[in-house]
Every structure is written in structure tokens, then in C-alpha cells.
């Protein structure tokens, strides 16, 4: 990332991935900082990684501490003064004025250490719950064999995640299963 920001001066900003989760993850927040700190604006993108934040499974859910979880991911991005804006994808007029309303109330520091913490704790649970690190950007498909990759690994990971009967339930519907 940092080789592709310095690698043009005409930059004016950039687009990354970026959660509570993927901290880490490609650019993270090591990338967006950098890319603060040589002027460049910062769009995020999956900021609900794929809307796996907005309903997260139980454990998760009570590290929140009864936190709305979307607001919560949503709030940890606003929080830090690089972030420019955040592209959180909705479904319906109920979701967009749910973010309307996380975003009016939004403001750079407004989380407490208390508050920061809580998101730390719910990264570690799914961390821990994550069985193949994938974000299911389909940069992987078409696949030859005519697997849905990122559907198969994200039914594989929710074996460590939700009810197992619900997610092999859900395996046996595929129309093509990772044997192929």
C-alpha cells in the first residue's frame, strides 16, 4: 500500500478496506494513517465487512455491551480523524436512516477508552472464531471447478460461529459443494 502511495504524487486520495475486524488487514489502520500523513482524503469501504458486523453472533454481540453493533463499527471508523468517509452499504430506507442517524451523531474522539476496549474485545472473539481469513471480495472467482468460493469459506467459517446444524444445513443446499 505505502509503495503504491508514494509511487504517484498526484494522489488525491485513496479507498480502503476497513473495520473493527481488518486492523491489520491490507492497508489497515497502519495504511490509513500513512496515507493521512501524506494528504491523501480516505474513503473506507466493508465497513460492516460484509454486513457480518450488523449481525454479529451472540458472544459477540454481548462484548458490545448492548451497543446497536452497526453503530458500533460505524462509530469505531468515525472516532479516528483520518478517516474522510465511510461507504456502508444499505438495503432498505430503514438502514439508511439508521446510518443517517449513527452518522449525525458521530465525531472524531467521541470513543472512550472504555469504548475502544469494548471493540478490541469483540475483534479478539472473532478472531478467534476465524477459521480462514476471507473477506469474500470474489477476487478469487470465476473459479474453473465453478466453486462460489467466497460462499464456501464463509459457510466453513460460520461452523465456528453459528448454530452447526443451521451452517451444514445451509452447506448441503449449495448447488456446488468444495469436493468439486
Keep these: 500500500f505505502k509503495k503504491i502511495v508514494d509511487g504517484y504524487e498526484g494522489w488525491d486520495f485513496c479507498q480502503i478496506q476497513l473495520n473493527y475486524i481488518d486492523t491489520n488487514y491490507q492497508a489497515g489502520v497502519e495504511g490509513l494513517k500513512y496515507a493521512a500523513q501524506k494528504g491523501l482524503g480516505v474513503a473506507i469501504m466493508?465497513?460492516?465487512?460484509?454486513?457480518?458486523?450488523?449481525?454479529?453472533?451472540?458472544?459477540?454481540?454481548?462484548?458490545?455491551?448492548?451497543?446497536?453493533?452497526?453503530?458500533?463499527?460505524?462509530?469505531?471508523?468515525?472516532?479516528?480523524?483520518?478517516?474522510?468517509?465511510?461507504?456502508?452499504?444499505?438495503?432498505?430506507?430503514?438502514q439508511l436512516k439508521q446510518n443517517i442517524e449513527f452518522a449525525e451523531a458521530s465525531s472524531v474522539g467521541k470513543l472512550s477508552e472504555e469504548e475502544r476496549g469494548i471493540m478490541a474485545k469483540a475483534k479478539q472473539i472473532y478472531d478467534a472464531k476465524a477459521l480462514v481469513p476471507c473477506t469474500r471480495c470474489a477476487y478469487c472467482m470465476p473459479c474453473p471447478a465453478g466453486l462460489n468460493i467466497p460462499s464456501l469459506i464463509n459457510k466453513y467459517n460460520n461452523t465456528a460461529i453459528y448454530d452447526f446444524e443451521e451452517v451444514k444445513k445451509n452447506y448441503m443446499d449449495a448447488e456446488v459443494k468444495a469436493d468439486a
Excluded: C, Y
Design 46 to 94: 466493508e465497513p460492516l465487512l460484509g454486513g457480518r458486523l450488523a449481525t454479529p453472533p451472540k458472544d459477540i454481540a454481548e462484548a458490545l455491551a448492548g451497543k446497536n453493533p452497526v453503530q458500533a463499527a460505524l462509530d469505531f471508523l468515525w472516532d479516528m480523524p483520518e478517516v474522510g468517509v465511510v461507504l456502508s452499504g444499505m438495503s432498505n430506507l430503514e
